[in-house]
């Protein structure tokens, strides 16, 4: 691992330490308020994003505020580990098909005390982070948290673009570390909402990503334009039918219910640009294979079709890059 700098020792802080997984948006956008917040805050980045945050940059906490710095300690995910450090909570805020290999770098940095939390997209992360965790002999324990926050990166400045619904809880055990993770993401100054059920939470939030996120990369527009668009918000009430009817029926998620959670995430955050659309603009790969992916596997899995889902993967599949 390779420290920025301005980082190379540990510096107390009253409200302990946080590292953060992932350099991205999302990623950037929590280290940006862990900082203000008062934490001793890392980031750990790869190399293609190492150098737009090693030596801090300018965060907007809204879309109409003005930028100030931020400076979290910036650590490079390479081939020789650090020594483990005291981190009370680290956040795995990474692509979903990055999540084995972030877990493995991660690993190195965490010590036993160390409680880890998924805050992505997709179904099954607790799994593959506990699945990487115990091959490298390390029991710690995983949480889940789900976000509608959003943030991106414009120009040089990471933007809070959009509040939204945070729930943290545990997934299967660890109640006593999901509430302790919780109340560290409250005081970074953001809501949460605890729950018991998340994967009853992570299903439902892979039925949001599943209705916003592929039309807006398709199309090219902000998350408002689909509900100022009648055409638009036909077809992200249809897909959210779809999913509703796929989704395991043990959860009980409910059409209506859902489809209201969806029209408020759109509305609550308007000027955002999914992350899926900040793929396509930045010619990366992106998620859509895990989110409405997961629909279409549901769907082959109980002999049923997914029309709308199929046809979103492949259409956005198509604007990936080549190779």
Known sequence: MVQSEACLELEGSPKGSILIVGAGSLGSG?????????????????????????????????????????HPKVVLCDEEPMEPVEFDLCIVAVKTYDTESATRALSNLISRNTIVMSLQNGIGLVQIIRGVL????KENAVVRSVTSH??????????????????????????????????MIQEMGIEVESSLDMRKEEWGKAVVNAAINPITAIVG????????????SRLWRDVVTECVKLAPQDLGLELVATQDLVQQVILHTGPNRSSM???????????????????????EDSGRSA???????????????LG
């Open 277 to 299: 659309l900040q793929d396509v603009i930045a010619g990366r790969k992106t998620e859509v294979e895990h989110i409405n992916g997961a629909f279409v596997q549901q769907a």
């Open 307 to 321: 029309p709308l889902n199929g046809c979103l993967v492949s259409l956005v599949s198509a604007l990936h890059p």
């Open 134 to 137: 115990a091959s490298k002999h």
């Open 150 to 183: 959003g943030f991106n990166w414009t120009e040089e400045v990471c933007v809070h673009a959009g509040a939204g619904r945070t729930v943290i809880g545990p997934y299967g055990s660890h109640e006593k570390e999901a509430a302790s993770a919780a109340l």
């Open 30 to 70: 929590l280290a940006a308020m862990a900082c203000i917040a008062g934490f001793n805050t890392y980031l750990l980045a790869r190399r293609t994003s190492y150098d737009r945050v090693a030596g801090g940059y300018l965060f907007m906490p809204g879309p109409d505020s003005a930028p100030e710095p931020v």
């Open 221 to 232: 527009c902000e998350n408002g334009k689909l509900e100022q668009d009648e055409r638009l």
